[in-house]
């Protein structure tokens, strides 16, 4: 499974493992190239205490440079306040990187076909759907079309929260004693979420519609 | 466009330059830990003989450890000989590496999307067909209805030689001009090719049923 360090896939990985009761899990977390790298230790610190068969963590920060133009790794692009974003920027927004999430699913799909895994998993949900055509059912189904043509171990793209909305996610990880003050979401890269950008904001409403502290949000 | 420094991709570079008359050609090679990477020098030299506007090499060899288990990557796995191969393996024989193709071109979109450019473009052909599943032409068409989703610039891959044998591409490439000499085929990684491996017997069999000379088969 892609393990980011969010909170989305850091609920995920208990998930798998204590809802759906999958034993093996493998996590694999990439480092490409993102200003809110702080989430790599989050990763690290969620793999172990998740009790994660295994954990890599590949350095693909060159793909930053390849891809650049996102707010999301670019330095010369800066990260929008949620706020400021208008109407055309939404289905698309400077925080997308293009092609991202089809590159860090066909690595993970190679990852877990190697390792004879049925199946990869990712925290995509249905709040993100607005912005990312690559967190989208219609993009799992697609992916796992082209996947299923493998003749020998065709693995399968699994995106639980697909249809849950990030609050349901907050709720969930809750129940299941993530700790969410071992998680990074903000964009920006500081030592402290900005509480403005678009991942902010959400995270924020997102504790408050789930009626849950968030412990980044009272640290300090 | 994918650049290997094989036969195939290093014609279809002077084709989509000359024969389409693609003015901007950007050219990506990936050394994704194969043993045979005497070809990434190749394609270096194809790049710049065919005057490819950029031409980007990304070492992504981590691939090779994360994705083990490939004759082509693997030290503990040996290329077959093409005449050892069993009726069971030709679906997806040991030199299949697993989902490469589906990780190289998820990268040349990314690079293309970010460059602006429409397509992507690499050397697929038919008799690849056998044994790759992710070298058909509905490997293609189903990658292309995942990428048709992004919402502001769709990127095409695109495999014009999806329907050529091998001996076709070196007609082609003998017409265009390619020097043949600098490409590089031969699975095991040796200083001359072996002969016997399913990519050396197939680019003999082509260059013969082609009536044109490989340099490589007479340098030594």
Redesign the interface.
């Known amino acids: 499974m892609l393990l980011s360090g969010g909170l989305d896939s850091s609920t995920l990985l208990k998930f798998v493992g204590e809802t759906l009761g999958v034993d093996e899990r493998l996590a694999?977390t990439l480092h490409y190239g993102q200003k809110h790298r702080r989430e790599i230790a989050c990763a690290r610190r969620q793999a172990e205490m998740a009790g994660a068969t295994e954990h890599?963590v590949?350095?693909?920060s060159?793909?930053a440079k390849?891809?650049?133009?996102?707010a999301l790794t670019d330095d010369s692009v800066s990260v929008p306040d949620l706020a400021e974003l208008t109407a055309g920027q939404r289905?698309?927004p400077p925080t997308y990187?293009?092609?991202?999430n089809?590159?860090l699913l066909?690595?993970a799909?190679?990852?877990a076909?190697?390792r004879g895994c049925d199946a990869v998993y990712y925290g995509a949900h249905a709040q993100d759907r607005y912005g990312y055509?690559?967190c989208?059912p219609?993009?799992v189904e697609?992916?796992n079309?082209?996947?299923a043509?493998?003749?020998?171990r065709p693995?399968t793209v699994c995106a639980p929260f697909a249809g849950k909305s990030k609050s349901d996610i907050v709720r969930l990880g809750s129940d299941l004693g993530v700790d969410f003050g071992v998680t990074w979401s903000c964009y920006r890269g500081g030592v402290r979420p900005c509480g403005a950008c678009p991942t902010c904001v959400e995270r924020w409403d997102a504790f408050a519609a789930a009626g849950v502290v968030d412990p980044l949000a009272t640290a300090g």
């Not at 043509?149 to 020998?152: G, T, V």
């Open positions: 694999l890599q590949v350095d693909v060159w793909f390849l891809a650049a133009g996102s289905s698309q990187v293009p092609n991202r089809m590159v066909s690595i799909a190679a990852f076909e190697s055509w690559d989208t219609e993009f697609r992916l079309a082209v996947l043509l493998n003749r020998r693995v």
